[in-house]
């Protein structure tokens, strides 16, 4: 009976062993992909991406993938229509984008199933160097609690060499750590040849003096940790680091009557990975814009119809235009003709000719600020989740995306339990941290490619693409096992809290509005049963 158990034991551990494998094939694709954001595309990048589709194709096939093995020879499929001697045109970025999307949406769920940070594909890990290996152990602990992949890197080499395999999300380091060299000293080695800073955190028994902090900054230092301070904002940071790696590549919407000016802007904008969209016909534009939905507009200021002030100055007057960004791109060398530009609602002005790698810059500063500015505007302020609103709004989307693909979406509603007494007993502060709790464990334990919002008060929900119900069912089921184990720190002591939830899967057809009064039913029975379970609405 033993050698068995051993048998399946060691069938389980090769599977496991050949799924990672898959894994790390799917991951070196996708950072692939994500290279041609941060590096000019260059001739040989097809070249690499031909060769690592061509390794996860095979292996997703020898290990029985079929799913990735689909998408993989769908990606195929597009990347056959590249013209492999220039980059990639809008369409095929939106294509392949949407692919590589829907390749981290698989390979998520594919995770080691016993791993805590289970959804984190594009893994980076945080390291922890600090001597103590009490602290080092707690510090782990408290980041693996909410699915932060942490590793411990218990001296200077080990650390350096794991820097060297791969560039962590984060160091928590001792700021004396190992006398010899220091934790300043060894952070900077590390910087060395880093374009981005890798954030560090000083571990550090006392109050850090301004010099400490200062000298901190220097070498990438985002704040301090001592062993008192719960590592609960140092976490929420890194979390927000951790999805900052959103997929999605910019929309520019380029406005020029001249064809060959507006190709030539988009050329150098697509070897960066961004779409775009030209607009020959100024008048035109609103059904552009609510179209292609841009992340900001390139306008040349002198077009037949009408100028680019004009047509700026009309965008500023319509609530719904008013926030997208708009660079000025023009021969006009008149510093007076350039400022009364921007001060009807330009937000930034280049002269032709611009040089790429000034348009890139310029454009791919505009685009990240504007969507973080949309992100503070959309997130609710307790917990940095969607709000109400917007994740109504973002349903709508993912429906639609789930029409046109053809593939399952689920809807999860989630409500904590008893929560009123939480408050009674503890005060609301106490309240308020079990909720900001709950939404960091939501943002660490669910894919990247799940949508969460705040629905209000103690509600939750959860939109999870490409998920049938009972995958959805076994998730919330998952999470709630795991926040059910969080303690949640209340003075001197911790409290623990659980969940209710209700689950629907989107029928074809189906109004958002059902479908979610689908999901409540399911929630409410889920409460009426006794609490701390999950239910899934019957079609
Ligand atoms: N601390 C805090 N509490 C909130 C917030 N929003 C809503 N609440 C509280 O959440 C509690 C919800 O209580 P009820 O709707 O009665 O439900 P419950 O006590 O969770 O009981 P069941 O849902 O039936 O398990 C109320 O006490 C609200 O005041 C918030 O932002 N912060």
């Given at each position: 009976?033993?050698?068995i158990a051993d048998?399946k034991?060691?069938?389980?551990e090769?599977?496991?062993?050949f799924?990672?494998?898959?894994i790390?094939?799917a991951?070196?694709?996708?950072?692939?992909?994500?290279?041609?954001?941060?590096?000019?595309?260059?001739?040989?990048?097809?070249?690499?991406f031909?060769s690592k589709?061509?390794?996860?194709e095979?292996?997703?096939q020898?290990?029985?993938?079929?799913?990735l093995?689909r998408i993989?020879?769908?990606i195929?499929?597009i990347f056959?229509?590249?013209?492999?001697?220039?980059?990639?045109k809008s369409?095929?970025?939106?294509?392949?984008?949407?692919?590589?999307?829907?390749l981290?949406?698989v390979?998520?769920?594919?995770?080691d199933?016993?791993?805590?940070?289970?959804l984190?594909?594009?893994?980076?890990?945080?390291?922890?160097?600090i001597?103590?290996a009490?602290?080092?152990e707690s510090?782990l602990?408290?980041?693996?609690?909410?699915?932060?992949?942490?590793e411990i890197?218990a001296?200077?080499?080990s650390l350096q060499r794991a820097?060297?395999?791969?560039?962590p999300?984060?160091?928590?380091?001792d700021?004396?750590?190992?006398?010899h060299?220091?934790?300043?000293?060894l952070m900077?080695?590390?910087?060395h040849?880093?374009?981005?800073?890798?954030?560090?955190?000083?571990?550090l028994?006392?109050?850090?003096?301004m010099a400490?902090?200062?000298?901190a900054?220097?070498v990438?230092?985002q704040g301090?940790i001592?062993?008192?301070v719960?590592?609960?904002r140092?976490?929420?940071?890194?979390?927000?680091d951790?999805?900052s790696?959103v997929?999605d590549?910019?929309?520019v919407?380029?406005v020029?009557d001249?064809?060959?000016?507006?190709?030539?802007?988009a050329?150098?904008l697509?070897?960066v990975?961004?779409?775009?969209e030209a607009?020959?016909?100024?008048?035109?534009l609103?059904e552009?814009?609510?179209d292609?939905?841009?992340?900001?507009?390139?306008?040349?200021?002198y077009?037949?119809?009408?100028?680019?002030?004009?047509?700026a100055?009309?965008?500023?007057?319509?609530p719904q235009?008013?926030?997208?960004p708009?660079?000025?791109l023009?021969a006009?060398?008149?510093?007076?003709k350039?400022?009364?530009?921007m001060?009807?609602?330009?937000d930034?002005f280049?002269?032709k000719?611009?040089?790429p790698?000034?348009?890139?810059?310029?454009v791919?500063h505009?685009?990240?600020?504007?969507?973080a500015?949309?992100t503070?505007?959309?997130r609710?302020?307790l917990?940095?989740?969607?709000?109400h609103s917007?994740?109504l709004q973002r349903?709508q989307?993912?429906?639609h995306?789930a029409?046109?693909q053809?593939t399952h979406?689920s809807?999860?509603?989630?409500?904590?339990?008893?929560f009123?007494?939480v408050?009674?007993t503890?005060g609301?502060?106490a309240?308020?941290?079990?909720?900001?709790?709950?939404?960091l464990l939501?943002?660490?334990?669910?894919?990247?490619?799940d949508?969460?919002?705040?629905?209000g008060g103690e509600?939750?929900?959860?939109?999870?693409p490409?998920?049938?119900?009972?995958?959805?069912r076994?998730?919330?089921?998952?999470?709630?096992?795991a926040?059910k184990?969080?303690?949640?720190?209340?003075g001197?002591?911790?409290?623990?809290?659980?969940?209710?939830?209700g689950?629907?899967?989107w029928?074809?057809g189906?109004?958002a509005?059902?479908?979610s009064v689908?999901?409540?039913?399911?929630?409410?029975?889920?409460?009426?049963?006794?609490r701390s379970?999950?239910?899934?609405?019957?079609?």
């Amino acid at each position: 009976m033993k050698e068995i158990a051993d048998d399946k034991e060691r069938v389980k551990e090769l599977q496991m062993h050949f799924g990672r494998r898959v894994i790390s094939d799917a991951r070196a694709l996708v950072e692939q992909w994500f290279s041609l954001r941060e590096q000019h595309w260059q001739a040989d990048w097809y070249h690499q991406f031909s060769s690592k589709l061509q390794r996860l194709e095979k292996s997703a096939q020898r290990y029985e993938q079929p799913n990735l093995a689909r998408i993989a020879a769908d990606i195929r499929g597009i990347f056959e229509q590249c013209d492999m001697a220039r980059a990639p045109k809008s369409q095929m970025i939106a294509a392949l984008a949407d692919h590589i999307s829907q390749l981290t949406q698989v390979a998520a769920r594919h995770t080691d199933p016993n791993s805590t940070a289970k959804l984190a594909f594009i893994r980076q890990d945080v390291y922890v160097a600090i001597a103590d290996a009490e602290m080092a152990e707690s510090v782990l602990q408290q980041l693996e609690s909410f699915g932060i992949h942490a590793e411990i890197t218990a001296d200077p080499d080990s650390l350096q060499r794991a820097r060297a395999y791969r560039r962590p999300l984060a160091v928590v380091i001792d700021f004396n750590f190992f006398a010899h060299e220091g934790g300043l000293a060894l952070m900077e080695r590390l910087q060395h040849d880093q374009q981005r800073k890798i954030p560090a955190i000083f571990y550090l028994r006392e109050e850090p003096s301004m010099a400490q902090r200062l000298a901190a900054i220097r070498v990438g230092g985002q704040g301090f940790i001592n062993n008192d301070v719960s590592l609960m904002r140092t976490v929420e940071k890194l979390e927000r680091d951790a999805h900052s790696r959103v997929p999605d590549p910019y929309r520019v919407l380029i406005v020029d009557d001249s064809k060959t000016q507006s190709m030539h802007a988009a050329q150098i904008l697509n070897a960066v990975g961004i779409i775009t969209e030209a607009v020959f016909d100024p008048l035109t534009l609103f059904e552009h814009i609510d179209d292609f939905q841009p992340d900001m507009i390139l306008m040349d200021m002198y077009m037949p119809q009408c100028n680019g002030v004009e047509l700026a100055t009309v965008l500023r007057q319509l609530p719904q235009y008013d926030r997208i960004p708009i660079i000025f791109l023009s021969a006009e060398e008149d510093v007076a003709k350039q400022m009364a530009a921007m001060a009807e609602g330009g937000d930034d002005f280049l002269t032709k000719p611009v040089r790429p790698e000034i348009l890139v810059a310029t454009v791919q500063h505009r685009c990240k600020r504007n969507r973080a500015m949309r992100t503070w505007m959309e997130r609710d302020s307790l917990t940095g989740l969607y709000d109400h609103s917007h994740i109504l709004q973002r349903l709508q989307a993912e429906l639609h995306r789930a029409e046109r693909q053809k593939t399952h979406l689920s809807f999860a509603m989630i409500d904590l339990d008893k929560f009123k007494a939480v408050n009674d007993t503890y005060g609301h502060p106490a309240g308020d941290r079990v909720l900001k709790n709950l939404s960091l464990l939501l943002r660490q334990r669910l894919r990247k490619t799940d949508i969460i919002g705040r629905y209000g008060g103690e509600e939750f929900v959860v939109i999870l693409p490409e998920t049938d119900a009972e995958h959805a069912r076994q998730v919330m089921t998952e999470l709630l096992h795991a926040f059910k184990d969080v303690r949640h720190p209340v003075g001197e002591k911790d409290i623990q809290c659980s969940f209710s939830s209700g689950v629907a899967q989107w029928i074809p057809g189906e109004a958002a509005s059902d479908l979610s009064v689908r999901a409540d039913t399911a929630l409410y029975a889920a409460k009426e049963q006794g609490r701390s379970r999950v239910e899934v609405s019957q079609p």
